[in-house]
């Protein structure tokens, strides 16, 4: 599966982004997705990672309460909707997915098939 991650840019701290994430070449409702970043100078983190039918959802502690995974099979697409962002929250956002039909949602880069090109978020103070 190819993945477009797609939405980012430059927001003021408190500001809202929602980033997007495009797949196509295999059936998208058979994959768990995962959204990732990695923050100037630092090791790509995990954000957040939701189940191939969409009904497990799992966040890093950093983002819980604040940022919201989503997806819609039918347009093969999943979403990082991010609320009350801080400057923290700046880096390079990736959407990754894992060939896997289920409720496990999962949290280590090592469990992913395919990766997106990523989409840089700007946080201003």
């Known amino acids: 599966v190819q993945l477009q991650a797609s939405g980012g840019g430059l927001v003021q701290d408190g500001g809202s982004l929602r980033l997007s994430c495009a797949a196509s070449?295999?059936?998208?409702?058979?994959?768990?997705v995962g959204w990732f970043r990695q923050a100037p100078g630092k090791e790509r983190e995990f954000v957040a990672t939701?189940?191939?039918?969409?009904?497990?959802?799992f966040y890093a502690d950093s983002v819980k309460g604040r940022f919201t995974i989503s997806r819609d099979n039918a347009k093969n697409t999943a979403y990082l909707q991010m609320n009350s962002l801080e400057p923290e929250d700046t880096a390079v956002y990736y959407c990754?997915?894992?060939?896997?039909?289920?409720?496990?949602?999962?949290?280590?880069?090592?469990?992913?098939?395919?990766w997106g090109q990523g989409t840089l978020v700007t946080v201003s103070s």
């Open positions: 990754a997915a894992k060939a896997y039909s289920g409720s496990s949602t999962f949290m280590r880069e090592y469990s992913y098939d395919y």
């Open positions: 070449g295999r059936t998208f409702s058979r994959y768990a």
């Open positions: 939701i189940s191939s039918g969409g009904f497990s959802t």
